[in-house]
């Protein structure tokens, strides 16, 4: 299901999208770059803010298309690291969570594609919620601002691994992307948006040939195959030697090294034999593997790996000549970590809500 059109108005629009809508209109090719940077550089909540638009066209762009922002329904803030997860309310009033991971030097901004998820992964909240609708590209570019002005920083990076699966709604997330990167609007390097898939073979293909130096992982959670097909259901159309060797077409394609994320499970994906055929799927490869201590998830018996499994996981692939890593936990006490999000409230106690900035 896509985005509501008539609801979201420009903010459905890609800048290609939008350049064909104001050429209709008459207006020179230089008001799309001044639209832009209102939009997203600016965050404008109405078209009397683009003073720098002559009124007629401000009033025909008022008649013809919405200008919507999301509200801030509620707002989580970790004890621990001050990671921050917001629920937001669109213009059709679906709720959609994103993220904001700080350290002293960066600020991460973790963004969903879609509201829900189709994929059904067996360890995630978000799968266990459904699929509801794609988000536009307005919507997630919307997401990386709100984040970016509750903190009152720039946004150094930007993941595409919230809710959703960003290659179901390729189209939208590029056109997204494009605005993130765009010196009209946030004028984030192509090099730090990175884009999280399943694995869907067709979009890695895609993304390869696209001319930004956009970033890529793949949520890989098992080399084996009957271990994949079980943690992730939607993608058994996509066979563990497809997949490698789309992986290995993307690095001589682009140069670029991909991440394998790779959330560990106790008794599941971590043993001896899972470990043995993820060094078999990654040896040779350029790519680095994010080994990720799987979440508590309400309702889900999945737990865990220990540390040490982890920490012998990371050794292992090390000694074979395979870049890993454990990744930090962040936001965990929030359900804000990696496949906790499902569009729902949490404690009271680590809330306040608001307009979006």
């Known amino acids: 299901m896509a985005w509501p059109k008539d609801a ?41 803010e683009m003073t720098d638009l002559p009124a007629g066209l401000r009033a025909t762009l008022a008649g013809l298309l919405a200008l919507p922002a999301p509200t801030v329904v509620q707002r989580q803030v970790s004890r621990l690291d001050d990671t921050r997860k917001y629920l937001l309310r669109l213009a059709d009033g679906e709720l959609v969570e994103v993220v904001g991971l700080p350290t002293a030097d ?5 963004f969903s594609t879609q509201v829900g998820c189709a994929m059904g992964c067996a360890f995630c909240a978000t799968g266990a919620s459904g699929y509801v609708r794609d988000l536009a590209p307005g919507e997630m570019v919307d997401q990386v601002r709100v984040v970016a002005e509750d903190y009152g920083r720039r946004v150094s990076n930007v993941v595409a691994m919230g809710q959703g699966e960003p290659f179901a709604n390729y189209d939208a997330v590029l056109a997204g992307l494009r605005f993130l990167n765009d010196a009209d609007a946030l004028g984030i390097g192509a090099r730090h948006l990175t884009v999280s898939t399943c694995g869907l073979v067709s979009g890695i293909r895609r993304f ?14 098992s080399a084996i195959q009957t271990t994949r097909d079980r943690l992730m259901p939607a993608v058994r159309g996509f066979p563990l030697p497809q997949l490698r060797t789309a992986l290995v077409d993307y690095g001589t394609k ?20 899972e470990l043995s055929a993820l ?3 990654a040896r040779g490869m350029l790519v680095h593997v994010n ?16 540390g040490h499994r982890a920490r012998l996981f990371e050794a292992r ?3 074979a000549g395979i870049e890993a890593s454990v990744r930090a936990e962040r936001g965990a006490d929030i359900d804000a970590a990696c496949g906790q999000l499902r569009q729902r409230t949490g404690s009271a106690a680590q809330v306040s809500e608001s307009d979006a900035p």
């Open 106 to 110: 960066h600020l991460t901004v973790c």
């Open 208 to 221: 390869a040939e696209e001319p930004e130096q956009f970033t890529l992982a793949v949520s890989l959670h």
């Open 279 to 281: 060094g078999d799927f």
């Open 8 to 48: 979201l108005g420009i903010k459905g629009l890609g800048r290609t999208e939008l350049d064909e809508v104001l050429r209709g209109l008459g207006a020179p090719r230089y008001r799309t770059a001044q639209i832009v940077r209102w939009l997203y550089g600016r965050g404008a909540r109405s078209y009397e």
């Open 254 to 273: 682009t140069g670029r090294r991909p991440s394998l994320e790779y959330a560990l499970i106790d008794g599941v994906n971590d043993t001896d034999a």
């Open 291 to 306: 080994l990720i201590p799987a979440n508590p998830v309400e309702g889900l018996s999945f737990e865990r790996s220990s």
């Open 317 to 319: 692939l090390a000694q």
